[in-house]
């Protein structure tokens, strides 16, 4: 087997190559994911995988062990061997594979729905995505009082947005939580496997519907699309979507608010995890871009 060191962040990632295939182990990082909470993302993709979902499970040792724990110099890390996606990242997925990922992330969602893991997970609701990132990041935005008043007045508005909602008739489950086009494979036979359920935790399911869009975003960002294509686009996903399941009007009419949670949200991931992951980038210039781009999609989605 050869190994390679794919990605350091919160958690390591290598990949491992050999005659028998490509796998991917994943080291945590314990001030990130604790054990129970490992275990939790195992126990969900197994499920998943025993469901029929397509996702990248992890891999037993000969012990039928799922987690394999090292001393490290910080202290015990545990570690997840998994199947590796087959495939690329498609950035710009045609009409079928858009019809695709709506189904299989509908399929997941079934499951989702249903499953109760015996380790806690995440949730994801208006004081972990709205108020406590912004509490935590508050000091970095000590030469952007503009920037972070603008933010908390957003949050309070997002929250009563949602609150005007049927949001007790929303499906509610555990979620992907960053199903960005990053974060799965299309394979030369256009068959998708889904991976990196880091972010997995108790929400609304259209979350995830959600952050598939905000790939579309990014890229209207870029100018790499016009919002006409990332509509368009978006409607397949939703009509293969419901092809396996319901999606309410007011589910799809949340997608803009909940994605305001998403991106406030992130602003807390970072500062949590600035040793491990955001050192390198989390700065006033990178809060006041951030900020821009928060108000760009609220200008662009919301009506308040």
Same mark, same amino acid.
């Given at each position: 087997?050869?190994?390679?060191?794919?990605?350091?962040?919160?958690?390591?990632?290598?990949?491992?190559? $050999?005659?028998? /295939?490509?796998?991917?182990?994943?080291?945590?990082?314990?001030?990130?994911?604790?054990?129970?909470?490992?275990?939790? %993302?195992?126990?969900?993709?197994?499920?998943?995988?025993?469901? /029929?979902?397509?996702?990248?499970?992890?891999?037993?040792?000969?012990? $039928?062990?799922?987690?394999?724990?090292?001393?490290? *110099?910080? /202290? =015990?890390?545990?570690?997840?061997?998994?199947?590796? *996606?087959?495939?690329?990242?498609?950035?710009?997925?045609?009409?079928?594979?858009?019809?695709?990922? $709506?189904?299989?992330?509908?399929?997941?969602?079934?499951?989702? *729905?249903?499953?109760?893991?015996?380790?806690?997970?995440?949730?994801?609701?208006?004081?972990?995505?709205?108020?406590?990132?912004?509490?935590?990041?508050?000091?970095?935005?000590? %030469?952007?009082?503009?920037?972070?008043?603008?933010?908390?007045?957003?949050?309070?508005?997002?929250?009563?947005?949602?609150? !005007?909602?049927?949001?007790?008739?929303?499906?509610?489950?555990?979620?992907?939580?960053?199903?960005?086009?990053?974060?799965?494979?299309?394979?030369?036979?256009?068959?998708?496997?889904?991976?990196?359920?880091?972010?997995?935790?108790?929400?609304?399911?259209?979350?995830?519907?959600?952050?598939?869009?905000?790939?579309?975003?990014?890229?209207?960002?870029?100018?790499?699309?016009?919002?006409?294509?990332?509509?368009?686009?978006?409607?397949?996903? =939703?009509?293969?979507?419901?092809?396996?399941?319901?999606?309410?009007?007011? %589910? =799809? %009419?949340?997608?803009?608010?909940? $994605?305001?949670?998403?991106?406030?949200?992130?602003?807390?991931?970072?500062?949590?995890?600035?040793?491990?992951? !955001?050192?390198?980038?989390?700065?006033?210039?990178?809060?006041?871009?951030?900020?821009?781009?928060?108000?760009?999609?609220?200008?662009?989605?919301?009506?308040?």
């Amino acid at each position: 087997m050869r190994c390679r060191l794919l990605v350091r962040n919160v958690s390591d990632t290598y990949i491992f190559e $050999g005659d028998s /295939g490509k796998f991917v182990f994943k080291i945590y990082r314990d001030n990130h994911r604790q054990l129970g909470q490992i275990r939790a %993302e195992v126990e969900l993709l197994n499920t998943l995988h025993a469901k /029929g979902a397509q996702v990248a499970y992890p891999i037993a040792d000969l012990q $039928g062990s799922y987690i394999q724990s090292f001393q490290a *110099a910080e /202290g =015990i890390r545990n570690g997840v061997l998994f199947y590796f *996606a087959p495939g690329k990242v498609v950035l710009v997925p045609n009409d079928e594979q858009l019809r695709i990922i $709506g189904r299989e992330i509908a399929r997941m969602h079934i499951v989702m *729905a249903e499953v109760q893991l015996q380790d806690e997970r995440p949730v994801y609701d208006a004081y972990t995505t709205l108020y406590r990132p912004l509490e935590i990041i508050r000091k970095r935005f000590e %030469e952007l009082p503009e920037e972070y008043t603008w933010l908390c007045e957003i949050a309070k508005r997002t929250e009563a947005k949602l609150d !005007s909602l049927p949001v007790g008739e929303f499906s509610y489950g555990y979620c992907h939580y960053d199903l960005l086009a990053k974060n799965f494979h299309f394979d030369s036979q256009d068959r998708i496997t889904f991976f990196d359920f880091d972010w997995c935790g108790k929400a609304w399911l259209v979350n995830d519907l959600m952050t598939f869009f905000v790939t579309y975003f990014l890229q209207i960002n870029m100018g790499r699309i016009t919002q006409e294509e990332a509509d368009k686009a978006f409607s397949v996903c =939703i009509e293969g979507y419901r092809e396996e399941r319901q999606l309410s009007r007011e %589910e =799809i %009419e949340a997608i803009p608010y909940v $994605g305001i949670m998403f991106w406030i949200f992130a602003l807390g991931f970072y500062e949590d995890n600035f040793d491990d992951f !955001s050192n390198t980038f989390l700065s006033t210039r990178f809060l006041k871009e951030r900020t821009a781009l928060i108000r760009k999609w609220v200008e662009s989605y919301c009506k308040f």
